[in-house]
């Protein structure tokens, strides 16, 4: 079946943004006086604060889970937002699709506020077609419901003729259980192993890589 719609994760898939976040959350964290190893936070990363932080903190109340979250956005934002930059080829691959006449979407679990700036960072305004974020959602990945409500934005269009690119399992299990095929991208520093156990059908180490075997990916079949 033709591909008519593309929906891009954001951090780790277009913006080189997964170690800043790490950090963020390494802060946030200290706030409450809990620590943990960079990598136990890098394996949550791609999860929104309502999944990430009982992932890591189980038992929080919804009112200190809450404040978590607010306190890594503000962070985030402060320190890191302004340095996150896309990775090469980024802008030409969200293009590219757009050429094809397939529909881009963007899908992220990044706040709305954050949604926005990556939008002028990635000069993509003219080429998406639609967007959804976390403040769209009740719950973030790896549920469904970030892809589903983006699903829904694409009037006419079943989940088969649409395809997910990101870079965490948590993306391709979220799309998994919306019925769509994910393509994952090694920039968000994810093994092989654990993208292909989520159900990965294609692996490819960037969006650059991607842009050049378009034709040849699940993209362009």
């Not at 080829?89 to 963007?106: E, F, P, R, S």
């Not at 993509?124 to 403040?135: H, L």
């Not at 009740?138 to 649409?162: C, M, R, S, Y």
């Amino acid at each position: 079946m033709q591909i008519k719609a593309v929906l891009f994760d954001i951090d780790g898939t277009l913006v080189d943004s997964n170690d800043m976040h790490v950090l963020a959350w390494e802060e946030a964290f200290a706030g409450i006086g809990v620590s943990f190893d960079r990598q136990a936070i890098h394996d949550q990363i791609g999860k929104g604060t309502d999944n990430l932080v009982p992932a890591l903190v189980p038992g929080l109340d919804e009112v200190a889970l809450e404040k978590l979250g607010d306190a890594h956005g503000a962070i985030y934002k402060a320190k890191f937002l302004g340095e996150a930059k896309p990775f090469p080829g980024a802008h030409d691959l969200l293009a590219h699709a757009h050429g094809c006449g397939q529909q881009v979407v963007l899908a992220s679990s990044a706040s709305a506020a954050e949604l926005e700036h990556y939008l002028d960072l990635l000069d993509a305004r003219a080429i998406v077609a639609a967007t959804t974020s976390s403040d769209d959602v009740e719950h973030t990945k790896p549920a469904p419901d970030i892809f589903a409500t983006a699903l829904g934005k694409l009037a006419g269009l079943d989940a088969g003729e649409v395809i997910v690119v990101g870079d965490t399992p948590y993306d391709i299990e979220a799309a998994g259980k919306c019925g769509i095929a994910a393509i994952g991208l090694r920039s968000g520093k994810f093994s092989d192993t654990v993208l292909r156990e989520a159900g990965a059908v294609a692996i490819y180490d960037d969006a650059a890589a991607l842009l050049a075997g378009y034709a040849g990916s699940p993209l362009g079949r």
